[in-house]
């Protein structure tokens, strides 16, 4: 599954409890970043909290993103397939720029994606269809 956004890069599952240096990094990196940024919409303990709340929302679309990705990929090998969950960063970024539409992390509607890129009209029919009779949700 591709990864994109400030740095982001394929991290591999660590036990709970276990400290992630690689998103910890992300996280300081982000909070930075936004405050520096956004000064009058971000204070440093505002901009950490809503971080740690999105990571939080990122664990929860991650896993069921890599299964449809890698479902999708095994089905239809000839379809370019692309997935991403959104990194902190932009997640606040979002947040900063349409406060008004999203005054929360949590209210961030697009938090993943997945494209699928098809050569022709019947493969996107078929496409399609695997979708909504294979995924609640997606459509």
Known sequence: MEKRGRGRKEEPKKEKGVTDDTRLNE?????????????KLFDHVKAEQQSIKAEKIQDQHYDRVKEVYN???????????????????????????????YPDVSDV???????????????IGTMSSYIRDNFDGLF
């Open 71 to 101: 479902n999708l990929s095994n089905k239809f090998p000839k379809v370019e397939v692309t997935a991403r969950v959104k990194t902190t960063y932009s997640m606040l970024e979002k947040t900063a720029r349409k406060s008004d539409e």
């Open 27 to 39: 996280r300081k990196q982000a909070v930075s970043d936004i405050t520096n940024t956004f000064p």
């Open 109 to 123: 509607a697009d938090v993943s994606a997945l494209r699928t890129m098809c050569k022709d009209l019947k493969e």
